[in-house]
Structure formats: structure tokens, C-alpha cells
């Protein structure tokens, strides 16, 4: 069965650094871009971060770069999201996701994951 966990989710107070991740139990694991979402109440998800299939290349948006990284390590079949200097505007749930491309919309992920919440307290 095809299936994505998340973990790593918390409360922490602004300036303070979480790292997420996410198991893939994907018999093809290799073949995927990953990515991770984030949705704050009463908002649309948006992209936050993806890498290659080969991870390669990484992708950011704006709001995180330079403090968000993302990385996968093949042989645990599993993706991270090291975060560092968080703000209260990063809070939300943070899904991970996977797909062919690692693109922004979320549209063309094929795989999600339930979900961790991330609270940044100011």
C-alpha cells in the first residue's frame, strides 16, 4: 500500500528550528519528486519546498528560503524538512507529498501524507 507519514511536528517559540519527516512507503520511491505543502487555518495550501528524484535539485518558496531545508535519504525511503529560525507565519500543517515533477501546484501530486502540525509561537 502506497502510503505517506509525517512526524516531527510542534510547538516552538520563534527563532527556533523543527525538522520533519516524512516515510515513504512507496514501492517506487526512487522514481518520485517529493515536496512539502503547508496549510494555515482558513488558507489555501501552499508550496513550501521539493527535490528531484534523484535529488539533485531543491526548490523553495520565497517565504522559506534560507531557512527551510529539504533532503531524502533513499535508504530509509524517507524525506526531511530541516527548519530553522522559524516565525509565527510559518505555523500550520505540513504535508508531504509525492509526484513526477516537483512542481508548486498541488494538483499533480499523486501521494499524500495525513499531516503534522507546526506551531511557531511568538
Known amino acids: 500500500q502506497e502510503e505517506l507519514v509525517e512526524s516531527g511536528g510542534g510547538l516552538v517559540q520563534a527563532g527556533g528550528s523543527l525538522r520533519l519527516s516524512c516515510v515513504a512507503s512507496l514501492r517506487t520511491f526512487r522514481t518520485y519528486a517529493m515536496a512539502w505543502f503547508r496549510q494555515a487555518p482558513e488558507k489555501e495550501r501552499e508550496f513550501v519546498a521539493a527535490?528531484?528524484?534523484?535529488?539533485?535539485?531543491?526548490y523553495y518558496s520565497d517565504s522559506v528560503k534560507g531557512r527551510f531545508t529539504v533532503s531524502r535519504e533513499y535508504a530509509k525511503g524517507t524525506v526531511y524538512l530541516q527548519m530553522n529560525s522559524l516565525k509565527p507565519e510559518d505555523t500550520g500543517v505540513y504535508y508531504c507529498?509525492?509526484?513526477?515533477?516537483?512542481?508548486?501546484?498541488?494538483?499533480?501530486?499523486?501521494?499524500w501524507g495525513q499531516g503534522t502540525q507546526v506551531t511557531v509561537s511568538s
Open positions: 527535490i528531484t528524484w534523484d535529488g539533485g535539485n531543491t
Open positions: 507529498a509525492a509526484g513526477i515533477r516537483p512542481v508548486v501546484g498541488p494538483h499533480e501530486y499523486i501521494y
